[in-house]
């Protein structure tokens, strides 16, 4: 009989490298539901603090805290220096976004003036519409940069995917704060069919079920290690009993008459 031990072990040690990748990626999810929370929090307290002139927080790097506190700031759109986002969604409408330095008596700061639909099949322009002339108000959300490759955040002919102003910096004549505002509103008004960008979804997402995934695969993976065991020791004993029962049967040859004496036969 082969020794079981050997199959054993290599299925628990299998098993224990499958189950510790699993809880890792479970406790990875209830990490991210609680960086999620965090962010919900924040954001709510955010939005409900009062506005705030943007020089009171744009003094250091925008960090994920600092997101959804509502700004206001006076200055001029610098229309020669416009950023066009590519391939942006808002509410499940596609589109592009466009972000405009505004320069104020304390320094620049970059604006994403809002969300522009596209319908289907519709280009993306290579210029984007134009800010108001002269001096503005502005209002809108303080925002952090955003994250990504290099390819996607570095302007390539006054365009890119996402909104980075250490990636934007090196293209501007002068100096520009780290993060940008989110456009609320401006006064006066500007056209082009800007829409606000969205907060995001207060919800704690799907971080949660997905960890309890991860934890069932790890339960079920020991319960299959258990039930293999035991099916391998219920083979086990049916082989044994089966060969306990073929040594104890007669022989071939063995009957009734096997215990007759014999007759000499004679000479």
Known sequence: ?????????????????????????????????????????????????????YEQVFTRPIAEADQWQRVEARGTFDAEHQFVLRYRSNGGANGYEVVTPLR?????????????????????????????????????????????????????????????STAIAPTLPYPV??????????????????????????????HFWYAVQWFMFTAIGLAGVVVFIRGDLRARREERAAAAAAGAAPGPGAGADADEPKVPSAS
């Open 1 to 53: 009989m082969r020794p079981l031990w050997v199959r054993w072990t290599l299925l628990v040690v299998f098993v224990a490298v499958l189950g510790t990748v699993f809880v890792n990626l479970g406790e990875w999810q209830l990490d991210r539901l609680d960086q999620r929370q965090q962010r919900n929090r924040d954001t709510l307290a955010n939005e409900a603090n009062p506005v705030v002139p």
């Open 104 to 164: 104020t008596s304390a320094g620049a700061v970059l604006v994403d003036r809002g969300f522009v639909r596209l319908e289907k099949g519709q280009p993306i322009p290579s210029a984007a519409p134009a800010p108001p002339a002269g001096e503005v108000t502005v209002t809108g959300h303080v925002r952090r940069d955003e994250r990504g490759r290099g390819a996607a955040t570095r302007p390539v002919d006054g365009q890119m995917r996402l909104v980075s």
């Open 177 to 206: 704060a780290n993060g940008y505002i989110g456009l609320l509103s401006v006064d006066p008004a500007q056209s082009g069919g800007f829409e606000t960008v969205q907060l995001p979804e207060i919800s704690d997402g799907p």
